[in-house]
């Protein structure tokens, strides 16, 4: 049994996501809120259609992504080859009344579940871009961030459902701050990807990659 929950395993680690779904260049690093309660679907368990996927987060992002033509279709495979990983800042799985709690608590950075947010680091030192998506993420980044040395993401308390968000943290950061996508109408979630776009063309191009071009 795992020391952070009463699972046995995370479902990170029961998908085996590190080797079968971490792309060979990372290209930008997504981090969501948590997989859930524990019988949801998960963001790497393939749906048998995409047509009709049941995980909110990934039909979202991955349609969102494909509407900006940062990946060739809405797929798993085509989020992998183009360079994108997606994980949580709380990888958990948690009945939604907890999730609740910890967000409201993320909002000052107080969430005790995010703890130093160590499965983050590797990835975060890695990618050239990184997209954190909602208050639970932002305190799991800001401590991770904190904890090892990575690039700054400074514990400031933000609103990020207005401007200048969905949006770049700072001039020159590697981090675009927006909602959870699952917290948004279908409108908003199309401007924060194509908020995305801008964002993440801008970073290919000092960056020299065509992963985004």
Not at 162 to 184: A, D, I, V
Request: net charge positive; aromatic share 10%.
């Amino acid at each position: 049994m795992l020391a952070c929950c009463v699972a046995g395993s995370h479902h990170w680690d029961r998908y085996e996501v590190a080797r079968v779904w971490a792309p060979q260049h990372l290209c930008c690093f997504i981090i969501g809120e948590n997989p859930g309660a524990a019988d949801s679907e998960y963001f790497y368990a393939k749906p048998e259609s995409y047509a009709e996927d049941p995980v909110d987060v990934r039909r979202r992002l991955l349609r969102g992504l494909r509407d900006e033509r940062l990946i060739a279709e809405p797929t798993l495979e085509a989020f992998r080859e183009a360079g994108f990983l997606f994980d949580h800042g709380i990888r958990c799985s948690l009945p939604r009344r907890v999730v609740r709690a910890e967000h409201r608590a993320a909002m000052r950075y107080a969430s005790t579940r995010v703890g130093r947010a160590p499965h983050l680091v590797p990835f975060l030192s890695q990618a050239p871009t990184v997209w954190v998506m909602g208050h639970i993420a932002s305190n799991a980044v800001a401590n991770a961030c904190e904890a090892a040395g990575c690039d700054p993401f400074p514990k400031k308390r933000r609103q990020i459902s207005k401007p200048p968000y969905p949006g770049e943290l700072g001039p020159g950061s590697k981090f675009f701050l927006s909602r959870y996508l699952t917290r948004c109408y279908d409108a908003e979630v199309s401007n924060i990807c194509r908020a995305f776009g801008v964002f993440a063309r801008a970073r290919s191009i000092s960056a020299g990659s065509s992963n985004f071009s």
